[in-house]
């Protein structure tokens, strides 16, 4: 039975610009990747979106980009290697701090955009990417287009876990990589379609490409953009779509892996104070499906997984002394 988790960029807007139907659409995944402020989000919106995913019972990802707030971060940037990881350290520690003050923590994180675009073909700023991921904590897990490596290979090389993305509302090439936007239907917005291709990724391993050929297509979560019109539609239709039932075969990032891998020291460039080891959390799930409550006894069945960490609170809880596994 074929289990993957559902994940949507959120957060998006900026001051008093909205973006989508962020309550609407994560009632419907189970991650949230929030906007961290350079190419959308401010601190108002993270904080409410942090709220939301909260109330959601859903795990909570950053989503960092480039400062390009007028491009929404889809411009690319020939950035310093050494920038865009002090850059990436800063959205996600901003994220962090936002989630410590809702009770939970940050589980995820994938960049945005042209960022994403960008380490996805090249190796440098995946291994930027990664430097600054593991100087805000190993327990991290990165998330990346399934279909190339290397995201993949500087996670791995890093010591952090990867998660492989797919989306369910994007056209393929015959090369595996995304069809640029700019190309007319490369963002499907009708939810039969988005259901459809969601399907047969989560089932078979497969998508049709834009020349009406299939490639294998492995990965652990798929994506719904926030921003799409369609979003919420295409949200219910994959969760309507026979293999992808609540409760059934959605999972959460938590059950990703089961146990992180062998941790190694950072190779970051820059310079910076020593520090003590950060301690791997247990990764455990709770026995009610899909929105567990605080205190209640913890298994490792249920797709509403979750990640108790030794030291932070407990998603589920405010406080931490409430949660089971935390103890």
Known sequence: MPRIDLNADVGEGFGSWAM????????LVTSANVACGFHAGDPAVMDRTVGLAVRAGIALGAHPGHADLRGFGRRPIQAAPEDIERDVLYQVGAL????RAHGTRVVHVKPHGAL???????????RAIVRGVARAGRELILVGLAS???????????????AAEAFADRRYTAA???????????????????AAQAVKIATEGRV???????ITLQADT???????????????????????KPCARVRSPASWSPSPPTRRSSSSTIPRASRSPTRAPRWTACSTCPRPRPGRAHATSC?????????????????????????
């Open 222 to 244: 798929l994506c719904l953009h926030g921003d799409n019109p369609a979003a919420v539609a295409n949200a219910a239709a994959v969760r309507r779509a026979p293999s992808t």
């Open 96 to 99: 962090q701090a936002f989630a």
């Open 148 to 162: 190339t490596e290397p995201m993949r290979r500087a996670a791995q090389a890093e010591g952090l876990r990867f």
């Open 303 to 327: 797709p509403s997984a979750m990640a108790a960490a030794t030291g932070p609170t407990c998603p589920r809880s405010r406080a931490r002394a409430a949660c089971p596994s935390a103890t």
């Open 20 to 27: 989508g139907s962020d309550a609407e659409l994560l009632a």
């Open 116 to 126: 994403y675009n960008q380490a996805a073909e090249d190796e440098t700023v995946a």
């Open 208 to 214: 049709v490409a834009t020349d009406g050929r299939e």
């Open 176 to 194: 595996g990589t995304l069809q640029s936007r700019r190309e007319p239907g490369s963002v499907l917005t009708d939810p039969a379609q988005a």
